[in-house]
C-alpha cells in the first residue's frame, strides 16, 4: 500500500532517535519508510542495537518488517522476540559499525 496524498516530510521529526522505535503508532504504509530511516538516524548516533516494536501485527506485517530489514545494507542481524519484550512483539536488530562494511 502506498503513502497517501500529501503525506511527505520527515517521519522521524517526532521520534526519539534512541534506539527503539515503536510502530504501533504508524500504519502500515508507513513502515515501509520509517524502519530504513530509524535505522539510518540510530547508525548517525553510533546507535548499533535497535529494538523494533511492532505489538500485535499480524505474521504478515512482522514479514514485512523483515524484508524491509533484509533490503538494509547496514544490518548485521536481526532476530524476532526477545525474553523480556515477546509478549510485546519485538525485533532486535544489529547494525554494522562503519568500519564494519564490506567496501562497494
Do not use: K, N
Amino acid at each position: 500500500m502506498s503513502a497517501p496524498e500529501g503525506a511527505s516530510g520527515s517521519l522521524l521529526e517526532s521520534l526519539p532517535i534512541d534506539g527503539t522505535l515503536h510502530l504501533d503508532a504508524h500504519p502500515q504504509w508507513e513502515v515501509s519508510r520509517v524502519v530504513p530511516d530509524y535505522v539510518a538516524a540510530c547508525r548517525r548516533r553510533s546507535i548499533y542495537e535497535v529494538h523494533i516494536v511492532h505489538g500485535r501485527r499480524d505474521a504478515d506485517g512482522v514479514q514485512s518488517i523483515e524484508d524491509i530489514l533484509m533490503r538494509i545494507r547496514e544490518v548485521a542481524c536481526f532476530r524476532s522476540g526477545s525474553t523480556d519484550l515477546e509478549a510485546h512483539g519485538e525485533t532486535t536488530v544489529i547494525l554494522l559499525r562503519p568500519e564494519e562494511l564490506p567496501p562497494t
